[in-house]
């Protein structure tokens, strides 16, 4: 690398004055975004897992939506969510993101440590983005909360002590007027602003290429002349085509005006009336979400989302489906319903499909953000009606950080803390164990 002012530097071409001994392969550049995304009661998971290899598989008929980007997509399988001790759905989410048990009483305790989208946030955010971590939620609070702010709600909890969980945003309009209000990315200045950052490059770096040159032998010179003249060109092109920077757009706003962000709030008292509009509206909300969430990551309002497709009580009605009862009635309170929480399931698979073919859209200057991304797919448990959580359902997607996709990879009975400093390593950080150490043996293997 051939660096300048603050962040500036150009990858150089090999030259004969690095050495033999430097010939082992780069190591790729971490992962620039990340987004967590939560659906609630886990999976049918013998319907979930793939068939096949790890580069030849199937998916299974809950995945098969996912197929158009396949090959976006590792399917992380057996890990047990080991470290999730306490109230059977509050650990769960507790355990999913921090990898640490439920703090006291079974309906009263937090999680013992950072979540690990707070922890890439403080990495990757700090003086970069507008706000840290974007936090969202559809048809949230459900159950017994209230509202109120549990960890039964919460998959995000600050990096520093007492780690108390952060209250997802659920208002699509609020969400929509604080993050898009402002914003002109279409605007002049602003455009001319990102250009200038895109064709200054090498003005940051004259005084460094003059001492390089110095030491640099006939050969060498003329090869990094030509690799620098040849950023030069590619800089002034896009003075002619501007279009090509501004991935930044304001999403499409639709009427949300049948959506009660407060229904479900006392879903679990005594003769509460089911709120059939809000429910009906979940899908568009979600999208709606969905989008905001894409367009907040391509602007640089953020670097970290998470997104929550409700809480663990699950307590919302599907009439899009033709499911009149509410999710948990079908994993158990109406006794355990296979077929229809594989539609459920399905479904979640399909909105899945819709985030990462919008990322994969967003050009990001040669390459798409999906590209440089890790987004984590999760539950808080893996089998609805025993509250089990071996075999835990997860996915990345992305190529951030240099994640390998198009794989089925098998790690039976390792834990799942495992996996959450793994995704940490594909951001740059470099620690071994996260989460409770008694349920994490190091990153796994065969990521990237």
């Known amino acids: ?5 603050g962040a500036i530097a150009v990858a150089l071409p090999w030259l004969e004055i690095m050495g033999t001994e430097r010939l082992a392969r780069a190591q790729p550049a971490p992962a620039r975004r990340f987004l967590a995304v939560y659906t609630p009661g ?15 598989f199937t ?3 809950i995945l098969a939506p996912l197929a158009p980007v396949q090959d976006r997509l590792l399917v992380v399988d057996g890990l047990d ?18 990898g640490t048990s439920q703090e006291g009483a079974n309906n009263g305790g937090y999680g013992r440590g950072p979540s690990i989208d ?5 990495r990757i955010s700090a003086g970069r983005t507008a706000e840290a971590s974007i936090q969202l939620a559809v048809r949230w609070a459900t159950g017994k909360s209230h509202g109120l702010m549990t960890p039964m709600n919460i998959a995000n909890f600050e990096e520093a002590a007492p780690y108390s969980p952060i209250q997802p945003r659920l208002d699509p309009v609020e969400i929509f007027t604080a993050l898009f209000g402002t914003l002109n990315p279409g ?3 602003d455009a001319a602003r990102r250009l200038a950052r895109k064709q200054s490059i090498l003005d940051f770096l004259d005084r460094r290429y003059a001492a390089l040159s110095a030491r640099l032998g006939a050969a060498d010179k003329q090869k990094i002349d030509q690799h620098l003249t040849k950023i030069r060109e590619i800089e002034q092109s896009l003075s002619s085509t501007p279009t090509a920077t501004s991935a930044c757009r304001v999403p499409t706003r639709v009427d949300t005006s049948d959506y009660n962000p407060s229904a479900g709030l006392n879903a679990d008292d005594p003769g509460t009336i089911v709120d059939s509009s809000t429910d009906a509206a979940i899908p568009k909300v979600g999208k709606l979400m969905t989008d905001m969430l894409v367009m907040a990551l391509a602007c640089d309002i953020t670097a970290v989302g998470t997104l929550q497709w409700s809480d663990t009580e699950a307590k919302y009605t599907l009439p899009w489906l033709n499911l009149t009862e509410h999710h948990h009635f079908y994993q158990e309170m109406g006794g355990f319903r296979p077929a229809e929480c594989e539609l459920i399931y399905t479904w979640y698979s399909e909105q899945h499909l819709y985030l990462l073919q919008e990322m994969e859209k967003v050009d990001m200057g040669g390459h798409s953000l999906l590209d440089e991304s890790v987004v984590f797919f999760g539950s808080e448990i893996s089998d609805p009606p025993t509250h089990m959580k071996t075999n835990m359902p997860f996915l990345l997607a992305g190529g951030g950080g240099g994640l390998r996709t198009g794989r089925w990879v098998r790690y039976p009975n390792l834990p799942h803390n495992n996996l959450l400093v793994s995704i940490l390593n594909l951001f740059g950080d470099t620690r071994t164990t996260f989460g409770a150490p008694a349920y994490c043996t190091g990153p796994l293997t065969n990521l990237t």
């Open 1 to 5: 690398m051939l660096r300048g002012a």
């Open 42 to 56: 886990g999976t049918l998971i013998d319907r979930w897992r793939p068939t096949g290899t790890e580069t030849s």
């Open 59 to 61: 998916l299974g008929p």
């Open 81 to 98: 969510m080991k470290s999730a001790r306490g109230e059977q759905h509050q650990s769960g989410i507790i355990a999913w993101l921090t």
């Open 118 to 122: 707070q922890v890439i946030a403080s």
């Open 187 to 189: 605007a002049s200045d």
